[in-house]
């Protein structure tokens, strides 16, 4: 009987097993199945698009045979070519389309582009030189993209004497254009001086970064050039730094680090105040004075506030009141002017639970944050409604601005637990 009841339980077992080990086989098969189904979706687009191109190709080659004269197929399979980085088959038919055209002005455009995105270059200068110099706004058009395109391959290359020359022989042509045309040559030339420049900075050669700096501002007015210009200046002439900044702030407000800005003014107003200057004194600290109305008591930019201690509360109105929601949490003002005004709102992503915003005016002038110091303890309270459906963790947003018309920054995103 035990024999029997031995046999019976072994062979349960076996079953067991077989089962066990056979669902592990079929789920790594699925597994594999699923992953290279989406491999072959995945190959399957990539050969598709190929063979879209290589049909597209067959479609011209008939074609071509059909219209052997027709220049314009060949510049359209030299162009599936390039699709396809044979360089090879691109550059055949290019000159196929340009013996075929009898050096038309737009075949040799073409083809000159392609030898300077090969690096050819003395071959693209060549094909450019065979559109006639005459009056043409149209050729004038095709010269000025071409240059500026080598000027930008000389840029890439690190040659930047190359690439200025290039760019300048760009503007002769755009100059006869129209003025999209002349602009964008003319930003892209000031960028070759704004890179050169960069090279003499890293080599701590002031004398000749300005000097390219301000090369690039003659023909265009790049705000980059201008702060590097204020950079550069602020250690030399304080007032030329702070006129370049000026300008860069006019025109790009973002890229000027505004502490840099503000401690400038502030150094001018002291040595002047020192000097006995005080009515230069006087004029710099309303310079002063509005750009803190204007800038510094409106923008909040990455950095100005950092948050810290960030904690929830549950509190109760009276013994037997309403439970309600506190926000509580300490404010670093990072920078080193103070903050005088100081709009929070405070958004949560509860799990589980609806999400619900609060806003609450935190510093007043009466109570500045003042520069590089912290307010500890601020208080917000949370207009949550459904407060019972909370988990322990939400997502949360705080957003700040300076007053009701800014935007809104976002200062902080973080999950907190909420405290019973």
């Known amino acids: 009987m035990n024999k029997e009841h031995n046999e019976i339980i072994e062979y349960i077992k076996t079953i067991f097993w077989t089962i066990f080990v056979a669902a592990i086989l ?7 199945i699923r992953i290279n189904i989406g491999k072959k979706k995945e190959t399957s687009f990539h050969i598709k698009e190929l063979t879209n191109i290589r049909l597209s190709l067959d479609e011209l080659f008939y074609l071509e045979k059909q219209n052997p004269k027709d220049f314009m197929i060949n510049l359209k399979i030299a162009f599936l070519y390039e699709i396809l980085k044979d360089s090879n088959g691109a550059q055949i038919n290019y000159e196929k389309a340009i013996e075929k055209s009898n050096d038309n002005p737009f075949a040799l455009y073409k083809a000159a582009m392609f030898y300077a995105s090969e690096k050819q270059y003395r071959e693209a200068i060549g094909y450019i030189s065979l559109i006639p110099e005459r009056k043409n706004k149209n050729f004038f058009e095709l010269k000025a993209r071409f240059y500026s395109k080598l000027g930008a391959c000389f840029l890439d290359d690190g040659d930047y ?19 999209n045309i002349i602009n964008k040559v ?9 890179e050169y420049a960069e090279k003499y900075i890293d080599e701590n050669d002031p004398r000749h970064a300005i000097l390219m700096l301000e090369n690039a501002l003659e023909i265009f007015p790049d705000p980059y050039a201008m702060y590097k210009l204020g950079l550069i200046y602020q250690n030399v002439d304080d007032e030329k730094a702070l006129r370049y900044m000026e300008d860069a702030f006019n025109t790009k407000p973002d890229i000027v680090n505004v502490e840099l800005y503000n401690k400038l003014l502030n150094k001018i107003i002291d040595r002047y105040a020192q000097e006995g200057e005080y009515a230069k004194s006087r004029f710099y600290t309303l310079k002063l004075d509005n750009f803190k109305r204007k800038i510094i008591n409106n923008n909040i930019y990455k950095g100005d506030l950092e948050i810290k201690n960030f904690k929830i509360y549950s509190k109760k109105k009276f013994i ?4 309600y929601y506190i926000a509580r949490f300490d404010m670093i003002n990072n920078t080193n002017y103070p903050v005088e005004n100081l709009f929070i709102k405070i958004i949560i992503h509860p799990q589980g639970g609806a999400i619900s915003e609060s806003e609450e005016k935190i510093i007043t ?20 409604k459904e407060v019972d459906i909370f988990s322990k963790h939400a997502e949360i947003q705080i957003l700040a ?19 019973k």
Do not use: Q
């Open 365 to 384: 002038r009466n109570t500045p944050l003042g520069a590089e110091k912290t307010a500890n303890g601020l208080e917000v309270i949370l207009n949550c």
């Open 186 to 194: 003319k930003s892209d030339y000031a960028h070759a001086y704004n």
């Open 320 to 323: 037997i009141g309403k439970k």
């Open 26 to 32: 079929v789920t790594i098969s699925v597994a594999d």
């Open 401 to 419: 601005r300076k007053n009701i018309r800014a935007n809104w920054t976002m200062i902080d995103y973080l999950t907190v637990s909420f405290a």
């Open 161 to 179: 004497p190359n690439s200025i020359k290039t760019y300048k022989m760009a503007l002769k042509y755009a100059n006869n254009t129209d003025s």
